[in-house]
């Protein structure tokens, strides 16, 4: 019995201990690095339309082919700089035949100054005689014309 009593006197002794303690927790590896830059730059690419703030209409006095562009797309140019060439082939073509007719013009004014007789083709081909007042005003056109042309 008195094994009995103390039975119960063990379970109450050992509901006043402290409780078994718990296991750890295992230790979990970590892995650590530094923080650097990228070693290759990012690329980005966009899609998209590039438009010129400013923009400047160029026009010639003249019409022609172009014939010399010694600019490069956004270069800034000085005042008064060559921006582009026209070929020049119309031009001289041109001026070769107004310095032929200039050197008629002055042909025909030597012509009318020494001549006292003056016949005036037309271009159906008929003739006139011109009086003096008719010489003296084609002289006036001739030299006017010379004039206009140096």
Do not use: K
């Not at 998209?48 to 014939?67: I, K, M, N, P, S």
């Not at 107004?98 to 001549?115: D, F, G, I, K, P």
Request: hydrophobic content about 40%.
């Amino acid at each position: 019995m008195r094994s009995l009593l103390l039975l119960p006197l063990a379970a109450a002794i050992a509901a006043c201990s402290a409780p078994p303690p718990e296991p750890e927790a295992p230790v979990r590896a970590a892995r650590i690095e530094i923080v650097r830059p990228a070693e290759s730059a990012a690329v980005r690419e966009f899609v998209g339309r590039v438009e010129a703030r400013l923009t400047t209409d160029l026009a010639f006095q003249v019409g022609g082919r172009l014939g010399d562009f010694p600019v490069s797309e956004g270069e800034i140019l000085p005042e008064g700089a060559l921006v582009a060439r026209l070929e020049g082939q119309d031009f001289q073509r041109a001026l070769r035949e107004s310095q032929v007719q200039l050197q008629q013009a002055r042909q025909n004014l030597a012509e009318l100054t020494q001549s006292t007789r003056i016949i005036l083709r037309e271009e159906d081909g008929t003739e006139q005689l011109l009086d003096e007042e008719g010489r003296q005003r084609t002289i006036e056109e001739t030299e006017a014309f010379i004039e206009e042309w140096c």
